[in-house]
């Protein structure tokens, strides 16, 4: 695939109940990231991946959420015990490597509606 | 730590009038700029990024910026747009190489363009 996909594109959810969602980054990028658009917050940095390991957590707002990456390549975030304030578009991006010059080039988002 | 500033939330303008989206920044470190475009219902697309070198940096789609340090703005600006151009755009910082870390983008709050037949 030429871009950076996810899936699914929507996911409607009961309150309290766990969901997936499924980041597929650019072959051969080492650096990814997702980040999280909510109508009150705008664009939010959650975690950044460098191959397999993720050097930075720090905007993961809960420990309900939690992410992984496997094969230096597809990334789940997985947030549990949904609340309706987990409500948002999640957006990943990946890079070549993570320099600081380098280009994000991010997927479509999953749009996440907790009941 | 960074933040970013976009002091306009909505901008409606005509059809090839020119037009300049607002973008301050506050970094304790050099950084580096950036502008995405995010058109309804998809990802954000990169349109220009300043490094280093000429502060005047063109992007795609007849877009450009110019980086001032000592007003900390990276304004962007077209000289005419088109109704293709209504979408969010995004002002983003993130440290630059010689501030160590990765590239770790500080997004503004957004500011939508509406362009108007």
């Known amino acids: 695939g030429a871009g950076v996909s996810q899936s699914p594109s929507n996911k409607v959810t009961e309150k309290g109940k766990d969901v997936e969602l499924r980041c597929d980054p650019i072959s051969g990028h080492t650096a990814l990231y997702w980040y999280r658009q909510s109508l009150g917050q705008g664009l939010e940095f959650l975690i950044y991946?460098?191959?397999?390991?993720?050097?930075?957590k720090s905007g993961l707002p809960s420990d309900r959420f939690s992410a992984e990456r496997t094969g230096g390549s597809v990334s789940t975030l997985t947030i549990q015990r949904t609340q309706q304030e987990d409500s948002a578009v999640y957006l990943c991006?990946?890079?070549?490597?993570?320099?600081?010059?380098?280009?994000?080039?991010f997927g479509p988002g999953t749009r996440l509606t907790v009941l | 730590a960074q933040s970013v500033t976009q002091l306009d939330s909505q901008v409606p303008v005509f059809e090839e009038a020119p037009v300049e989206l607002r973008c301050n920044y506050s970094?304790?470190?050099?950084?580096?700029l950036f502008w995405y475009v995010q058109y309804p219902n998809q990802g954000l697309q990169l349109l220009l990024k300043?490094?280093?070198?000429?502060?005047l940096v063109k992007g795609i789609n007849g877009f450009e910026a110019e980086f001032n340090k000592s007003q900390t703005s990276f304004h962007l600006r077209k000289p005419s747009v088109h109704i293709s151009d209504t979408a969010e755009y995004f002002c983003?910082?993130?440290?630059?190489?010689?501030?160590?870390?990765?590239?770790?983008?500080?997004f503004g709050a957004g500011t939508r363009l509406a362009v108007h037949p």
């Open positions: 991946f460098q191959g397999n390991s993720a050097p930075d």
């Open positions: 983003a910082v993130s440290p630059s190489m010689f501030s160590g870390g990765y590239n770790k983008l500080i």
């Open positions: 991006a990946s890079s070549l490597t993570g320099g600081s010059t380098d280009t994000q080039y």
């Open positions: 970094s304790s470190v050099s950084v580096y």
């Open positions: 300043y490094l280093s070198g000429s502060t």
